[in-house]
C-alpha cells in the first residue's frame, strides 16, 4: 500500500522538474532556474520519505491522544452489550501503597488483619454498605487493617448475573463506589491505625488464620449495636494477627439489628469514627451529581458561567432541594410482609431526634395483618399519588420547609407512573423543577451505581422524605445526621 502510494505521489510531481523540488515564482513565469529549498520543502520532498513521515506523525498523534483521552476513548469503544466490569477501579485498588508486606507494624507482613468472609451479597447497595461500613469501624477500633471486598451481588465466579430479565455485574468494586479509609484511602493524620487492604493482599500475608465461628464467640441476641462492639474490640485484641469472620456464619451486623433501635447504640461512636467523618463518595458518583446538578438546582447558566461547574462535596444542603425516596416494583410485597409481622422502621430512621415516628399497629395474630394495618403500612411504605401529594404538602408548610421549590424524585417506578406523579406535583404549584432518576444522564459505569447518585442528591436535599423501611434512606438520614443537618429536614412517608 505505502508503495502504490508513493509512485502515485511521484507522478504528480513529476511535472514539477527532476529535482523533485516545488516550482518557484520565476518558473510560474518561463524561467528555468530553481530557488534553494526551504527545510520545510525539503522535509516533504521526497514522496517515500513524505508517507515516512506521515505515518510517524499518525503515531505520534495517536501516542498523546491514549496519554490523554485513553480513557475516555476506551469507554467510548468498549462492548456495552454487558454490564461494565470496572477493572480499573479494581487494578487500581490492587496497587494501594499499603500492599507491602515490607511496611513496618502495624502495617505489613506483622500487621494485624479481619476478614469478614460473610459479608453480605445479593442484598441491595443499602444493606450492602451499611454493614461495609460497621464491619470497618469495628475493624478500626480494634486496630486491625480492614480487609474489604467488592460489593458482591453473585459470589459464583461470574462476571454478569441476570436480575429480573437483566444483567447486571456480578461485582463492583468498593472503590468505584466509596472513597476514603473504607475503601484504602489513608486515615485522618494522627490516626496510625492500619490502612484498609483488598481480599488479595489478605490471601498473601495471612496463609494461616484463626477462623471464627458462634461456637468460639456468641453475643446475646438481643445486645444493642454498642455492647455488640464493645465486646468484639475487647475479644480482637486478644487473638492471634489474622483472623477471618466464618463465612456460614451470620453477619455480626445483621438485619435483625439494622431493622431496630438496637443499632443506634453504636451511633456515638460511629458519629465520631472516621470511617464516617472522612466518609466521601467516588468520583464516579460525585461526577454524576456535577453532571445533572442543573435538574435539582436552581442555579441559571449565567451564574454557572462565572462561577464555575457545581461541586459535588463538600455535602452540605442546596437550598431549595426537596428529595423524596419512593419504591416501586417488587416493593409492595415487601410492604405487606413488614405488616404480617409489625415490622419496625430501619435503626436509623428511628432517631429520637426526627419528628416522624413510627408504631406498630395491632396484628391479627403471628404473621398476620389486619386489613386496617395493611393499609397503614401501605401508606407509610408504598403511598399512592395522592398521599404522596399530600405529604409533600404538609411537609412544606413545616418551618423546615419553608423555600422548597425543586423536587427530586429517586425511585425505581416506571416512567408512566412518574410522569403522573410529575403531573400531580406540578398541579401544586409553587415549583421551579421536577426530575426523577429516570431524568439522568449517566455514563456507562455510572448506569450500574445510579442508586448512589440518587443518594447523594438526598443527602444533599434542604429536605428529604424518605421510606423508613428502606436501608437507602436510612444510609442518607445516618450521613445527614452525623453532618449535624438538622433533623427535622428528615421526613418519612
Same mark, same amino acid.
Given at each position: ?295 435539582? =438546582? *436552581? ?6 458561567? +462565572?462561577?464555575?461547574? $457545581? ?5 452540605? %444542603?442546596?437550598? /431549595? ?20 409481622? =409489625? *415490622? ?6 428511628? +432517631?429520637?431526634?426526627? $419528628? ?5 399497629? %395491632?396484628?391479627? /395474630? ?128
Amino acid at each position: 500500500m505505502l508503495r502504490s502510494l508513493s509512485q502515485k505521489l511521484a507522478e504528480q510531481n513529476a511535472g514539477y522538474g527532476h529535482s523533485g523540488g516545488l516550482p518557484t515564482a520565476s518558473d510560474r513565469h518561463g524561467h528555468v532556474g530553481y530557488r534553494r529549498q526551504s527545510w520545510w520543502a525539503a522535509f516533504w520532498s521526497k514522496p517515500t520519505q513524505r508517507v515516512i513521515r506521515i505515518v510517524m506523525l499518525a503515531a505520534l498523534c495517536a501516542g498523546l491522544v491514549h496519554l490523554f483521552w485513553g480513557d475516555t476513548l476506551v469507554g467510548l469503544v468498549q462492548d456495552r452489550s454487558k454490564p461494565p466490569l470496572y477493572r480499573k477501579y479494581h487494578e487500581a485498588e490492587l496497587r494501594l501503597p499499603q500492599h507491602d508486606p515490607e511496611l513496618q507494624y502495624p502495617e505489613g507482613k506483622h500487621g494485624q488483619f479481619i476478614w469478614y468472609a460473610n459479608h453480605v451479597h445479593g442484598s441491595g447497595w443499602g444493606n450492602a454498605m451499611q454493614e461495609h461500613l460497621l464491619n470497618a469501624h469495628l475493624a478500626h477500633e480494634s486496630g486491625r487493617a480492614f480487609v474489604f471486598n467488592n460489593y458482591t451481588w453473585n459470589k459464583d465466579g461470574s462476571d454478569h448475573t441476570d436480575f429480573n430479565g437483566h444483567l447486571i455485574p456480578s461485582r463492583i468494586p468498593i472503590s468505584a463506589i466509596l472513597r476514603g479509609p473504607t475503601a484504602g484511602r489513608p486515615w485522618p493524620v494522627g490516626d496510625y491505625a492500619p490502612r484498609a487492604v483488598v481480599k488479595e493482599y489478605w490471601d498473601t500475608v495471612c496463609p494461616e488464620k484463626e477462623v471464627m465461628t458462634e461456637e468460639l464467640f456468641k453475643i446475646d441476641a438481643e445486645a444493642d449495636a454498642g455492647v455488640v462492639l464493645d465486646a468484639w474490640v475487647e475479644k480482637l485484641k486478644a487473638m492471634p494477627r489474622c483472623v477471618e469472620i466464618d463465612e456460614k456464619i451470620a453477619q455480626i451486623w445483621n438485619i435483625w439489628m439494622f431493622g431496630s433501635k438496637r443499632i443506634l447504640g453504636i451511633w456515638d461512636s460511629l458519629k465520631r469514627s472516621p470511617v464516617i467523618t472522612e466518609f466521601r463518595w467516588s468520583q464516579l458518583i460525585e461526577d454524576g451529581f456535577v453532571a445533572n446538578y442543573r435538574l435539582f =438546582s *436552581s442555579t441559571s447558566w449565567l451564574v454557572s458561567l +462565572f462561577s464555575g461547574a $457545581p461541586s459535588a462535596y463538600p455535602y452540605t %444542603p442546596i437550598p /431549595g432541594l426537596l428529595a423524596l425516596h419512593i419504591r416501586r416494583g417488587d416493593f409492595e410485597g415487601h410492604c405487606l410482609h413488614f405488616a404480617r409481622w =409489625s *415490622s419496625q422502621w430501619n435503626g436509623f430512621n428511628q +432517631f429520637a431526634e426526627l $419528628p416522624d415516628q413510627f408504631e406498630p399497629p %395491632p396484628s391479627a /395474630g403471628w404473621g398476620e395483618a389486619t386489613p386496617e394495618g395493611e393499609q397503614l403500612y401501605l401508606r407509610r411504605c408504598y403511598p399512592t399519588v395522592a398521599q404522596i401529594v399530600e405529604r409533600v404538602a404538609a411537609v412544606r408548610a413545616t418551618a423546615a420547609g419553608q423555600g422548597l421549590r425543586n423536587v427530586y424524585i429517586m425511585t425505581n417506578a416506571k416512567k408512566p407512573w412518574i410522569t403522573e406523579l410529575k403531573g400531580a406535583l406540578w398541579k401544586m404549584g409553587g415549583w421551579e423543577k421536577i426530575a426523577s432518576s429516570r431524568d439522568l444522564s449517566l455514563g456507562w459505569e455510572q448506569q450500574f451505581v445510579a442508586q448512589s447518585v440518587d443518594m447523594l442528591i438526598g443527602q444533599r436535599a434542604q429536605v428529604i422524605i424518605g421510606n423508613g423501611f428502606s436501608s437507602l434512606t436510612s444510609n442518607i438520614v445516618m450521613l445527614r445526621m452525623a453532618l449535624d443537618i438538622p433533623a427535622d429536614t428528615n421526613r418519612f412517608w
